[in-house]
Structures are given as structure tokens and as C-alpha cells.
């Protein structure tokens, strides 16, 4: 496991970078099996690779943005 590196730019920027972005991965899966089933070179192992790093694209985002809304709940409840 190697080190990616300082992290650097925007939340949305970060994120986009090591887990990639939903938006960008669904419609890649959505081509390699409409490819795939027209019996152009896809294979089934690409095809269920693209699906799988979509379905952990959306499930990372879907984790932090329940971080987020849960660290906003908490920051409404601190008293100044």
C-alpha cells in the first residue's frame, strides 16, 4: 500500500482524485455492457469491474456525506 501523497484542493476535488467520482464511473459501466452485448472486445471481467468501482464510488459518497450531515448535527448542538 503505498502513500498517495499530500492532499491538496477542495473537498469535492479530494474526493474526486482517490475515490473517483460516481458521475463519471456509472456511465463507463453502462458503456462496457452495452459493448459487451453488442460482442464488441469487452470482457465480462471488465465489465464487472467497471460496475464494482461504481457501486464503491457511490457507497463512499453516500458514507460521507452521512459524516457530514452527522458533523453538522453535531456542530447545531454546540452551544457558544
Known amino acids: 500500500h503505498r502513500n498517495p ?3 491538496q484542493g477542495t473537498l469535492e476535488e479530494v ?4 475515490i ?4 463519471e464511473r456509472l456511465p463507463t459501466a ?4 452495452e459493448e459487451n452485448l ?3 472486445n469487452v470482457t465480462d471481467v471488465e465489465v464487472m469491474t467497471a460496475i464494482k468501482q461504481a457501486e464503491i464510488s457511490l457507497k463512499t459518497l ?3 456525506r452521512n ?3 452527522e458533523a453538522y448535527n453535531e456542530l ?3 452551544q457558544l
Open 38 to 40: 453488442l460482442g464488441h
Open 67 to 69: 459524516k457530514v450531515v
Open 20 to 23: 473517483g467520482s460516481p458521475h
Open 30 to 33: 453502462e458503456s462496457l455492457i
Open 76 to 78: 447545531k448542538q454546540v
Open 62 to 64: 453516500v458514507q460521507v
Open 5 to 7: 501523497g499530500p492532499v
Open 15 to 18: 474526493l474526486a482524485q482517490r
